[in-house]
């Protein structure tokens, strides 16, 4: 005797898979989502200690934190869209890049204290390894967004055998 399946199986199995899909395509993402997470918090960080700041010094950070959010909404609708455009977090991560380049000419001038008031001399230090730290990671995510834009990253790959293995 054969057993059919039922059909509300069938309809619970495909909400599964693509579910299991929606999931696996939005994760593709996830390095690039907490890489946001860490620069955002980083930069609400600065911001909140520039307050001392004389000028137009302690707008840079706001700025990066509007970045960044702009960054986190575009990464946030990936769950829903499953295309591989990042604009916004292209401009976002060259903003930030360039934002690092710029703290850290600024501090080998020796005008570290007018954007860092918060850090004495032996924070400069600390201050330019972070900075360094940051235009590693830019340039990694740049990179990242690259692969995922031309859809050369191995994410993807392992995205395709599983939908192949589905039928």
Same mark, same amino acid.
């Given at each position: ?6 059909? %509300?199986?069938s309809?619970?199995?495909?909400? #599964?898979q693509?579910l @299991?899909l929606? &999931? ?7 390095l690039? $989502?907490?890489?946001? =997470? =860490?620069?955002?918090?980083a !930069? ?6 520039s307050? %001392?700041?004389?000028?137009l ?12 959010? =702009?960054?986190?909404?575009? /990464?946030? @609708? ?6 591989n ?7 976002? *991560? ?5 934002s !690092?380049?710029?703290a ?9 204290? @007018? ?5 004495? /001399?032996?924070?400069? &230090? ?9 235009l ?7 990179? #990242?967004v690259h692969?995922?834009?031309? !859809?050369?990253? $191995? *994410? ?6 599983? =939908?192949? %293995?589905? /039928?």
């Amino acid at each position: 005797m054969k057993v059919v399946p039922k059909p %509300s199986e069938s309809k619970y199995d495909k909400g #599964r898979q693509e579910l @299991s899909l929606t &999931s696996m395509f939005f994760n593709r993402y996830l390095l690039i $989502r907490y890489t946001t =997470a =860490a620069f955002f918090f980083a !930069n609400l960080y600065w911001f909140f200690l520039s307050f %001392s700041a004389v000028g137009l010094a302690k707008w840079w950070p706001f700025t990066l934190i509007l970045t960044t959010a =702009a960054v986190a909404v575009e /990464q946030v @609708s990936k769950y829903w869209r499953r295309d591989n455009k990042l604009p916004v977090t292209k401009v976002g *991560y060259a903003g930030q890049l360039l934002s !690092n380049f710029l703290a850290l000419v600024v501090i080998v001038t020796g005008h570290g204290a @007018s954007i860092f008031p918060f850090f004495g /001399q032996k924070g400069i &230090s600390l201050i330019t390894t972070v900075l360094l730290i940051g235009l590693g990671i830019c340039f990694y995510i740049l990179a #990242r967004v690259h692969l995922i834009e031309t !859809n050369r990253d $191995r *994410y993807l790959k392992r995205i395709r055998q599983f =939908a192949q %293995s589905l /039928q």
